[in-house]
């Protein structure tokens, strides 16, 4: 029997700025499975840009997830993940998973689940879904706006798309005995980037692990750190720096060295996400006016109570 017949396809959302994420990621799929795995990196590279700034993507692989048919040449199984998470059991669970005359399954919604995150961790029936990327930009303005397209519904009839998956698949920054995925969902608080995740030891010990049987190299680590992907902290954490090999440092003092070392979270990922809130500011303020006016103040008196300090300093903060 042709092996390719039962290999996992796995096509993963990321970005350069997160090529240490889905080294552990795929790390933890496989370490926790028999079968033969394939997974694929896949970002926005080969999507073309819309036209309006108003909807440019939320992240470097926000579209990527709308070529996988395509990329997996409209047949047969493949799994949608993003690459901020770690897998604790055999994902030939969530594969196996029966379709029952759906095209997307998904994980069941609950009281704590983010409406946008269920789309992150998907099995779709690429055979069932003719998706072409071309046409799927140029519906913007036309067809939907961003958020109805990232929800998928524009692109699927009644029954299409299913929560099939068992509960599990899809856990937002909480871990239980249930976890089978842990989706660190929060890009400031992120294990790479920030040390003090409530769950961030989960995967610092991966990445441990790696490091311990030569799935990862110091090197590439260090130079994720020197370019910005990663905290400088994190080669603390890795008893990689022999001047702090022994020390146990908390997660304040961790945080206090990434500040003085000049370390700003997902620097890049807010340039472009403010470079879109202008952009979408921009086309409210000449197509409704007043409804912008009033809309800003609210915003301003909202952002004074919360951050009144960040509000007078940051420019950003007012408009």
Known sequence: MDNKLNTI???VGTSEGELIALKVLEFSIKRHTEHEVEVTRIDNSHVPEPPDARFLPYTNFSFGRF???????????AIYLDSDMIVFKDISELWNTPFNNAKILTEE???????????AVMLMDCSKLPWDINSIISGFGKDYDYEELMSMEPLLNDGDIKDGLVKGWNSLDHFDEQTRLLHYTKIKTQPWV??????????IDELKMMLDTGAIEEDFIKQQVSIGNARPSLLIELSILSVYKGK???????RDYDKKAGFVPQEKLLKR??????????YEEKNDPQGFKKARRKRRWKTFRRHPLKFIFDSNKRK
Do not use: C
């Not at 919604?109 to 789309?119: A, I, P, Q």
């Open 248 to 254: 146990q440092l908390s997660a304040e003092e961790l």
């Open 67 to 77: 070529t996988i048919p395509h990329l997996a040449n409209y047949q047969g199984r």
């Open 194 to 203: 920030y040390p003090g995740h409530k769950f961030g030891q989960l995967w």
């Open 109 to 119: 919604m609950n009281s704590l689940t983010d409406e946008e995150k269920v789309s």
């Open 9 to 11: 396809k796995i096509f």
């Open 273 to 282: 996400l403010r470079k879109r809130k202008d952009a979408l500011l921009e």
